[in-house]
């Protein structure tokens, strides 16, 4: 298309991501880029959430799937049928006629792999199948996407596992757990490390709702939310200012994880979820 394309992204490239193609290339500041004439903003409700400074002076095109998501930019291209915002990056690419090379294919893959799940989500259809049938056929392996996504864990994630499960809690339909920073310290992880706690909870029998508190630094907590579809918890999410997907969602909450956790079930209760209900 004649254009050169810098990708900053605040927290750098996830360890299972970077054996990604052009993951050495992606930028952890805009100051690191080459003067843009536009940019591209994915699955961001706003533009601090990119935790990048200066884009505001730019033009400004957002791309989300979402349906939490906000119309904060110049221009809004919003599509919650879409499975992944990978989904709209491949229809964009087709209509511009652009080829899908093995590496674009690969990491368009990975991204529609993902955001579905693993193809769990509400959403996913069979255009889900389809999109990921025309992605290997432009090049995408499918075996050696899911082994490093899915096997590549780090020590320290195993050992936060191990503690997470220890705080593991169950009402009823209603699963929660969470790490504090003391044991995040004693684990040796990092946040990143946290990615994915919540599915452990979730994957109990019986379980319709879990949650997963993270401790930061000030006291704060990250909180991870999971559906089996009962509950569109992106709605409980978007209460605390956060959001994502009917069945996969997060936001942020004010501690003692007491009052964390009491908020998120009040909040699950006011939207008519009885955690008792089996």
Request: aromatic share 6%.
């Amino acid at each position: 298309m004649g254009k050169q394309a810098s990708v900053v992204l605040s927290d750098g490239v996830p360890g299972i991501y970077s054996p990604l193609p052009f993951s050495d290339t992606v930028l952890v500041e805009t100051q690191q880029a080459p003067e843009a004439e536009a940019v591209i903003i994915l699955e961001c409700d706003s533009v601090q959430r990119t935790k990048l400074s200066g884009l505001e002076h730019h033009y400004l095109i957002n791309i989300d799937h979402h349906a939490t998501a906000r119309p904060f930019a110049d221009v809004n291209w919003i599509d919650p049928d879409a499975c992944a915002t990978a989904e709209m990056i491949f229809r964009l690419a087709r209509e511009a006629g652009v080829k899908i090379s093995p590496e674009v294919a690969t990491c368009l893959y990975t991204a529609v792999l993902t955001d579905t799940g693993s193809f769990c989500f509400h959403g996913t259809s069979e255009r889900t199948f389809s999109l990921a049938q025309e992605l290997v056929r432009c090049g995408a392996d499918p075996v050696s996407i899911a082994h490093n996504v899915y096997f590549s864990t780090h020590i320290s994630k195993m050992r936060l596992l191990g503690a997470a499960l220890t705080s593991l809690h169950r009402d009823g339909t209603l699963a929660w757990m969470h790490v504090d920073r003391a044991t995040m310290e004693h684990c040796e992880a990092s946040d990143e490390d946290c990615e994915g706690l919540v599915n452990y909870a979730l994957a109990i029998q019986g379980i319709e709702v879990a949650l997963f508190f993270r401790e930061e630094p000030n006291g704060h907590f990250r909180v991870s939310l999971r559906s089996k579809g009962l509950v569109n918890v992106a709605a409980v999410a978007a209460a605390f200012g956060g959001g994502g997907h009917e069945c996969a969602s997060g936001c942020g909450v004010d501690g003692p994880l007491s009052v964390a956790t009491e908020r998120l079930v009040a909040q699950l209760r006011i939207r008519g979820y009885d955690a008792h209900v089996q």
